[in-house]
């Protein structure tokens, strides 16, 4: 699986959250939402998700192995660190 498009919306915001991505698969499949925050250690991606009835917040859809879990985020984060970045708020 190729990741064939990166669009990061920057957030202008006091907060740990920097950005919102919506990365596209292969030219066929869309994931909105995945979050740049800013933590402790440096800035790490977070998948989308949702609240549960419960309170905890599950993943709507994540990487199976950590190996394209790491390869997505470097990706993502290289073009975050390089401006490649549209000014706005928040994901439709």
Do not use: W
């Not at 190729?2 to 066929?28: H, M, N, P, S």
């Not at 790490?44 to 390869?71: C, L, N, Q, W």
């Not at 990706?75 to 994901?91: P, Q, S």
């Amino acid at each position: 699986m190729q990741i064939t498009e990166l669009r990061i919306r920057k957030v202008d915001d006091d907060g740990k959250l920097r950005a919102y991505v919506t990365v596209t698969f292969d030219d066929c499949f869309v994931v909105h939402n995945v979050k740049i925050i800013d933590g402790k250690s440096g800035l790490f991606i977070a998948m989308p998700s949702r609240k549960t009835a419960t309170g905890e917040y599950k993943d709507v859809a994540h990487p199976i192995s950590p190996e394209f879990r790491t390869e997505l985020q470097d990706k993502i984060l290289a073009e975050y660190r390089a401006g490649h970045v549209e000014t706005g708020g928040l994901e439709d």
